[in-house]
């Protein structure tokens, strides 16, 4: 029902910036929260981001709070992470994710709260 396609991570040194993207189809975007999640090697798949469907509310995990940003754009179906002062700790896949159902006034910030995953992009943050 809903195809999630990542772009945007790639290689960067430490201090840097990356901005990934995610293009949604099959469902209207903007009556439905978006996700981002990211996996290290050896590590559970952690949250990243979540954004509402009003495109009001915002939350983040500790560790990327004040670095990282998330918005949409329901124009464009797309939904962004823009992340800042990228740490050798930020080195995972990242995932945006699309719940199955939409929920006024709550935003899922679970994985399994989530059913619709992209492919994944890699973002490797070198020392």
């Known amino acids: 029902q809903v195809q999630l396609v990542e772009s945007g991570g790639g290689l960067v040194q430490a201090g840097g910036s990356l901005r990934l993207s995610c293009l949604a189809s099959g469902r209207t975007f903007s009556h439905y929260a978006m996700g981002w999640f990211r996996q290290a090697p050896g590590k559970e798949r952690e949250f990243v981001a979540a954004i509402s469907w009003s495109d009001t509310s915002t939350y983040y995990t500790d560790s990327v709070k004040g670095r990282f940003t998330i918005s949409r754009d329901n124009a464009k179906n797309t939904v962004y992470l823009q992340m800042n002062s990228l740490k050798p700790e930020d080195t995972a896949i990242y995932y945006c994710?699309?719940?199955?159902?939409?929920?006024?006034?709550?935003?899922?910030?679970?994985?399994?709260?989530?059913?619709?995953w992209g492919q994944g992009t890699q973002v490797t943050v070198s020392s």
């Open positions: 994710a699309a719940p199955a159902s939409s929920r006024y006034g709550y935003t899922p910030r679970t994985g399994p709260e989530y059913y619709y």
